[in-house]
């Protein structure tokens, strides 16, 4: 063992083990600096501010108490709104995300020329916020759920493509070259190669942004794109904790069942996988 140690190559090695133990540590010391400090800009060590939180929520849910659901024949449009927009949000932001993410895959599209403006777009379209989203296209076609079903479908876009370009670019190329070499066209070495891998990954992410746009599309009503939303803001702004208390659990409601069915369309494909 002592004469492995003098080698020069085991010199190297413990060499680059400091090295990266050293890189380690520094972005480590750097991480934690950055979120102490971003706890102190947002003032959340000014304990002052915390004195008369909980009185105001226990308040809060006492006027809350007990949820009135009297109104409840007239929340029949904004929930189906809300779900209308959730479902053709994520299918719109799908359906654009397939080609883009196709193109924004580095082992698909080698061409930078190509794939470096389709990231461009992809990044672009998930950093603007689904509520400026709302904002314009509230202002470009006016109030309703189509604006929210626009919105969600420019977001989920952006967020779907790079997703869909990253499984892309995680296909294990070894099944496709044992099929190529088989003489196997371009269509099978996609039907019985690609797909499998990346299928149960598709359907996942795309499931688990249906769930995310349904909560999404309860606050594109703050800005008019309809729903539950709406509903939900209307009754706070004219002080029916009762009637917003009984909307918020029919909202968790009908969230709790989409996660349930997401849950089992996920099983089934990641079974069949």
């Given at each position: 063992?002592?004469?492995?140690?003098?080698?020069?190559?085991?010199?190297?090695?413990?060499?680059?083990?400091?090295?990266?133990?050293r890189?380690?540590?520094i972005?480590?010391?750097v991480?934690?600096?950055?979120?102490?400090?971003?706890?102190?800009y947002?003032?959340?060590?000014?304990?002052?501010?915390?004195?008369?939180?909980?009185?105001?929520?226990?308040?809060?849910?006492?006027?809350?108490?007990?949820?009135?659901?009297?109104?409840?024949?007239?929340?029949?449009?904004?929930?189906?709104?809300?779900?209308?927009?959730?479902?053709?949000?994520?299918?719109?932001?799908?359906?654009?995300?397939?080609?883009?993410?196709?193109?924004?895959?580095?082992?698909?599209?080698?061409?930078?020329?190509?794939g470096?403006?389709?990231?461009?777009?992809?990044?672009?379209?998930?950093?603007?916020?689904?509520?400026?989203?709302?904002?314009?296209?509230?202002?470009?076609?006016?109030?309703?759920?189509?604006?929210?079903?626009?919105?969600?479908?420019?977001?989920?876009?952006?967020?779907?493509?790079?997703?869909?370009?990253?499984?892309?670019?995680?296909?294990?190329?070894?099944?496709?070259?044992?099929?190529?070499?088989?003489?196997?066209?371009?269509?099978g070495?996609?039907?019985?190669?690609?797909?499998?891998?990346?299928?149960?990954?598709?359907?996942?992410?795309?499931?688990?942004?249906?769930?995310?746009?349904?909560?999404?599309?309860?606050?594109?009503?703050?800005?008019?794109?309809?729903?539950?939303?709406l509903?939900?803001?209307?009754?706070?702004?004219?002080?029916?904790?009762?009637?917003?208390?009984?909307?918020?659990?029919?909202?968790?409601?009908?969230v709790?069942?989409?996660?349930?069915?997401?849950?089992?369309?996920?099983?089934?494909?990641?079974?069949?996988?």
């Amino acid at each position: 063992m002592s004469e492995l140690t003098q080698t020069p190559g085991w010199a190297a090695i413990q060499q680059d083990s400091r090295s990266r133990l050293r890189t380690s540590l520094i972005a480590t010391i750097v991480a934690t600096a950055a979120i102490v400090v971003a706890f102190i800009y947002a003032g959340a060590f000014d304990w002052r501010r915390y004195a008369g939180a909980l009185p105001t929520i226990v308040t809060l849910l006492g006027d809350s108490m007990p949820p009135d659901f009297s109104r409840w024949p007239k929340w029949g449009r904004p929930l189906l709104e809300t779900l209308s927009m959730s479902i053709a949000g994520t299918v719109l932001g799908a359906l654009a995300a397939m080609p883009l993410g196709a193109l924004a895959a580095r082992n698909v599209v080698r061409a930078p020329w190509i794939g470096n403006p389709a990231r461009l777009l992809l990044n672009l379209l998930r950093s603007i916020p689904g509520l400026i989203w709302g904002v314009m296209f509230v202002a470009a076609v006016g109030f309703g759920p189509l604006p929210g079903i626009l919105a969600l479908g420019c977001h989920s876009t952006g967020m779907l493509g790079k997703f869909y370009a990253e499984t892309l670019e995680h296909v294990e190329p070894g099944p496709g070259d044992a099929l190529r070499s088989l003489g196997v066209s371009r269509l099978g070495v996609l039907r019985f190669s690609v797909l499998p891998q990346i299928l149960p990954r598709l359907v996942d992410v795309t499931i688990y942004r249906w769930e995310h746009n349904l909560r999404a599309a309860t606050t594109l009503g703050v800005v008019g794109a309809g729903g539950l939303g709406l509903e939900i803001i209307t009754a706070f702004h004219l002080f029916e904790y009762r009637e917003a208390m009984a909307l918020i659990i029919l909202m968790l409601g009908l969230v709790t069942a989409i996660t349930l069915i997401g849950g089992r369309l996920r099983a089934r494909f990641l079974d069949q996988a």
